[in-house]
T-cell receptor
Framework: GAGVSQSPSNKVTEKGKDVELRCDPISGHTALYWYRQRLGQGLEFLIY????????KSGLPSDRFSAERTGESVSTLTIQRTQQEDSAVYLC????????????FGPGTRLTVL | AQRVTQPEKLLSVFKGAPVELKCNYS??????LFWYVQYSRQRLQLLLR??SRESIKGFTADLNKGETSFHLKKPFAQEEDSAMYYC????????????FGTGTRLTIIP
């Protein structure tokens, strides 16, 4: 079946603009995660959804970052007033409820803020 | 807070030689440990998890709670093992965020 998909694959924006990143999880996966990977660093957790609720949003770096999920499916990560330090690859992952914590990752969105 | 350390950014090994990628963690409880791998132009994928105690593609990893380590090993490296390897942990055995190390780029020299 189809894996996790993300769009766009690449996004170049100017400082101060808003961007939206999209994630389509594997069908039936109720858990969805967003991570960020800056150049040369490991993945940093941003937010976790269980269904449409976000019980853990502890990794969101500032109030410029927000995310939502609808229909227990698609999720959107929004970054307002982008800054150069927001440049990174944003990865989405999904996993099934109650099973082993095997997270399936999407290909990522490479965000460049000029 | 929990932390995962991978001390080697780069590791080069000759084909047929043994491989060991180091991973240490800091957490006072009993975490679940993973190794994820990213091959060139592919997405990040799970290689193995400590609770499964399995060997995947010839790789094994043993959780050493005394040394808080979860090193990844393979007795004979193959060229197709060249990739980026990430060690990760989660605090609970269920749906839970992963804390990742910074990764080790493994290059197998033919």
């Amino acid at each position: 079946g189809a894996g996790v998909s993300q769009s766009p694959s690449n996004k170049v924006t100017e400082k101060g603009k808003d961007v939206e990143l999209r994630c389509d999880p594997i069908s039936g996966h109720t858990a969805l995660y967003w991570y960020r990977q800056r150049l040369g660093q490991g993945l940093e957790f941003l937010i976790y959804f269980q269904g449409n609720s976000a019980p853990d949003k502890s990794g969101l770096p500032s109030d410029r970052f927000s995310a939502e999920r609808t229909g227990e499916s698609v999720s959107t990560l929004t970054i307002q007033r982008t800054q150069q330090e927001d440049s990174a690859v944003y990865l989405c992952a999904s996993s099934s409820l109650g099973g082993p914590n095997t997270q399936y990752f999407g290909p990522g969105t490479r965000l460049t803020v000029l | 807070a929990q932390r995962v350390t991978q001390p080697e950014k780069l590791l080069s090994v000759f084909k047929g030689a043994p491989v060991e990628l180091k991973c240490n963690y800091s957490y006072s409880g009993s975490p679940e440990l993973f190794w994820y791998v990213q091959y060139s132009r592919q997405r990040l994928q799970l290689l193995l998890r400590h609770i499964s105690r399995e060997s995947i593609k010839g790789f094994t990893a043993d959780l050493n709670k005394g040394e808080t380590s979860f090193h990844l090993k393979k007795p004979f490296a193959q060229e197709e093992d060249s990739a980026m390897y990430y060690c990760a942990l989660s605090l609970n055995f269920g749906n839970e965020k992963l804390t990742f190390g910074t990764g080790t780029r493994l290059t197998i020299i033919p």
